[in-house]
C-alpha cells in the first residue's frame, strides 16, 4: 500500500511508494558532460569573460581579474535582477509589483574545471561554504534586500548551463514564499508543543537512524520522511541558529565534511546525478517583522539536496502535490551501506 | 528593468523579465512523436491491454471493454494511489502519515490515437468534460475523498508516458496544499475587500485587454499577471462558481470551445510544445470545515494550462521563487494575434 505523508514543517502531503519502489540502477540519466577547458570562462586566465570578480580568496600577490585564485565570485553575466535602482513598489489595479531590484552572483568553486565540489579536500569546500557566508553578510547590509537565496545546479536538467563548477547567489527585496511557510509552520509547532520542530526532527531521526544518511559532530544528513522527490537528502546543524551566516569556522569545517560524504554517496549510488541544492535560512535580521519575534528559538537552517532523476511534472508544481517512487527510508538505507 | 509580480490569490512573488524577453521562435523543443497504433492499449479494439472501464461514452449496442466508444476511463494500470482500505491515519512519532487510499484513472479522450484534445470537434471536447464532470461527481459519493485532481500531461517532458490522447485523475483523501493557500488567499482578499477576488481579477483583465488571449460568453483566457511560466494560460468562468462539477450543459459548450481555441492557439504559436494543464476546484462540499463557510462566494474554479518551454528547476519547487523569461502581456499579444 503505498502511503500518505505529511510534510511536519509546511503541512504538505506526498505520496510515498512503498511497493514497486524505483531502485538507484532504474533511474535513466543523462550523463553530464565535462567541460572544454578552452570555451570555459569560469578557467583560470579566462577572467575576462566574466564581469569583474565582487569577491576572490586569491593568492597574496595576484591581482583581481587575474589569475592565482581559489574561489572566484562575479556578477552572473545575464541576471535575473538588478543590483541599481530603488524598489519602485506599486500597485497596478488589484495586482502588487516592485522593480527587479537584487542581486545575481556566480560563485566559481574552482579554477579547475573538472574538479566537482564533493572531489575537493575538505578545505576546499569550507572555502566554498565561507565563500557563501561572506557574500551573505555583505549583501545583507544592502537594506533593500530581504533574503539571500544560495544554490547549486549539477547539470544541465537541473538548470546549470557551464558545466564548471560553480553555485549561484540570488539577493532579493522579499522573502521567498516557501520560506514564508516554514517560518510560520516552525513558529506555530513551537507555539503549541513548546518544543522546536527541527529539534524534534533530528530526535528522531538520530534515534530510529532508518532515514539517517550520516552524522558527525555538527551534522545530521537524512533523507526526509516526506521527501517529495527520491534520493532527496536534508543536511542540519546540531546547534540551533536560524542563520546560515552565523555558522561558526568549526562548523564550516565539519558542513564541509557532511556535504563531501553526502554528494559523494549520491554521486556513488547514482552514478553521478544531476542536482540542486538549497541553503534554506532566515531572513535578514533588520528589519524583523514582529510575527517573526521568535525566529530564532522556531527556525533553523538546513540545506536540501534534491537529485533529479524524475521529471518535475507541472502537475506537481501546479497543485503541491507530489509522488515519490523511492521511500526514504530505502534511499538512505542505500546511501547509508554506500562505503566511500 | 525586470519586474517583481505578486500573484494576488497566493501571495508567491516570480521575476518577470521585461528584457531580452524569450519569444516563441526560442524556446528549444522536443518534437512529440505520434504513437504506434499497433502498441497503443488505449486504442479501439486494444481494450483488453486496460483494467476493466468504469464509464464510458459508447455506442447504443456496443459492450463494455469492447470496440464502439467515444470517452473511456480506465484505472491507471500503475496507479499512485490504490482504492481499497480505510484510511488508517495515524502519527509515527512527530510525524503524519495515512495509507495511501485514492482513486487515479486515465480518460482516454478518443479511439483515435492521432487526435489531439484541440483538434477534435468542439462535441468531442465538451464529451470530454462532462466525463471529468460525471467522474468527478461520482467519486466525491466515496465519503473518504476529499479532492478530485484532474489533469492533462502531454508530451514526455510532461509527464506522458503514452502519447495516446488521455487526461487522468487523482481522487485524494486530503486536500492538495495549493488548493488550500488558494482557497485561504480568496478568503482573505474577500474578508478584507468584500468582494470576489477573481471578479476583480476578471474585471481587469476584461477590462485592460493587454494579457487577454480569448474569450466567449462563458469563459476568459488569459494570461496571469504573475505567470511563473512563458505563455502560461488561465481559463476562468464568468459565473461564480466555487466546484467545477456544477458546471452546466451550456456552459460546457462553452469551455470546450475557449479550451479548444487556447490549446490551438499555443499549438500553432509554439509548434505544439508540450503542457499539462490541471482543473483547480473547490475540496469535496461534505464534510465542509468550518473555515471554509463562506467558498462559495470566496473562491473560483478554473483551469490552468502551463507549458513545458523552460526547465522547472529544482530550486524553484525548493523555494517557490520563480523566474519567467516572457512576459505575460507578450505572450498574450502573441497568442491573440495567432489566427486560427
Known sequence: MPELRKDPVVGRWVIVATERARRPGEFVQQRVEPV??????FSERNEQYTPPEVFAFRDERSKPNGPGWQVRVVPNKFPALR??????????????????????????????????????PIEGIARVIETYKIRMVDLLHDTRFRYVLVFRNFGPQAGANIPH?????????????????KL???????????????????????????????ENAGFVAFCPFASRFPFEVTIMPRRQSAYFQDIQPNEILLLADTLKLTLQKL???????????????????????????????????????LPRLTLIAGFEVGTGFYINPTPPEEA?????EIQI
Chains 1, 2 share one sequence.
Open 36 to 41: 572544454d577547458p578552452a570555451k570555459d570562462p
Open 83 to 120: 543590483v541599481e535602482g530603488d524598489l519602485g513598489k506599486e500597485g497596478q489595479g488589484i495586482y502588487d509589483k516592485m522593480n527587479g531590484v537584487g542581486a545575481h552572483e556566480v560563485i566559481i568553486e574552482t579554477p579547475n574545471p573538472l574538479l566537482q565540489l564533493e572531489q575537493q
Open 332 to 336: 538512505a538505507k542505500y546511501l547509508r
Open 267 to 305: 554521486a556513488k549510488a547514482l552514478n553521478q546525478p544531476q542536482y540542486n541544492y538549497i541553503i534554506t535560512t532566515a531572513p535578514a535580521r533588520y528589519p524583523r517583522p514582529g510575527y517573526w519575534a521568535t525566529i530564532d528559538q522556531d527556525f533553523r537552517w538546513h540545506i536540501e539536496i
Open 165 to 181: 563548477p560553480h553555485s549561484q547567489l540570488i539577493a532579493t527585496p522579499v522573502t521567498p514564499k516557501r520560506i514564508k511557510e
Open 184 to 214: 510560520a509552520g516552525a513558529m506555530q509547532y513551537y507555539g503549541y508543543k513548546e518544543r522546536s520542530i527541527y529539534e524534534d526532527i533530528l530526535r528522531q531521526e538520530t534515534k530510529e537512524g532508518t532515514r539517517l544518511v550520516c
